[in-house]
């Protein structure tokens, strides 16, 4: 069984920064469709970025341009820039290992204005 753990939430103010990490119990390369989610409290889970199968990004509009995703052979990450009071949310790292759906546990992001 493969497991997520997420580290480096956190509070901050607004225009401050975060930078979360997301380890995998298995070798990271062995992870595809790497991808942040988060969900604010009375909504619903939502896509911030991911890594596509050759490397691209995507991400959502609401974080384009502060929101940076990225991996190395050990983990993969969410460099988040000029936060939002609208940004706070439970942050989940997401990943496939084959066919079975992965997530981590949650990592509370709280920006105040």
């Known amino acids: 069984q493969v497991q997520l753990v997420e580290s480096g939430g956190g509070s901050v103010q607004a225009g401050g920064s975060l930078r979360l990490s997301c380890a995998a119990s298995?070798?990271?390369?062995?992870?595809?469709?790497i991808a942040w989610y988060r969900q604010a409290p009375g909504k619903q889970r939502e896509l911030v970025a991911g890594?596509?199968?050759?490397?691209g990004r995507n991400y959502a509009d609401s974080v384009k341009g502060r929101f940076t995703v990225s991996r190395d052979n050990t983990k993969f990450y969410l460099q988040m820039n000029n936060l939002k009071p609208e940004d706070t949310a439970v942050y989940y790292c997401h990943g496939k290992y084959g066919t079975v759906s992965i997530w981590g546990q949650g990592t509370q992001v709280t920006v105040s204005s």
């Open positions: 298995r070798n990271i390369n062995s992870i595809s469709d």
């Open positions: 890594i596509g199968i050759r490397g």
